[in-house]
């Protein structure tokens, strides 16, 4: 009798953790094609006659990277260009992009690492988002390319701003 308790419980047991196990990757992909949805849309602005996002769009990026943006453009004074004199998200400062490629990978809890790459007008671009997921979606935590020193669009902000003394 206690052999087919045992026997019950553990079978129980191993059904719950394969149900629960099957779940995640189903929720965990569900997270990706949002990702996937938010940065191929980022991307469709940047096509030719398109706007871009610009580096104030609250829709793209998290509160903590437009603040650190704002306080580089406030510190370089009006009429100044601060550090960021392009687009971070393409690199640029004229596009026309296509060809876009992009591949996710977990980063972290909420968090997803997209490798994008790209040609635009003459060149070919890769480079990497950091992405959030917020309560209000996926947002753009950081940027990665060559274009900034050190590779990290955060990380050149924060030491522009600490040599301005902010």
Known sequence: MIRKMVLGLVVAVGITS???????????MQGTAAAERFVRGIY????KDGEGVGTDSKAVYTASLLALMRADQ????????????GD?????????INAVRLALRPSGQNRL????RFHN???????????LLTPAGWRVDNVDSAGWEGGSLRAALQRELKAAGH
């Open 44 to 47: 469709a602005h940047y096509r």
């Open 121 to 131: 007008l003459d060149r070919d671009v890769s480079l990497h988002l950091e992405l």
């Open 18 to 28: 394969a149900v629960l196990a099957a779940d995640r990757p189903a929720q965990d």
């Open 74 to 85: 406030q510190a370089a004074g009006p009429g100044e260009v601060g550090l960021i004199d």
């Open 113 to 116: 690492v997209a490798e994008v």
């Open 88 to 96: 971070p998200l393409c690199d640029c400062q004229d596009f026309e």
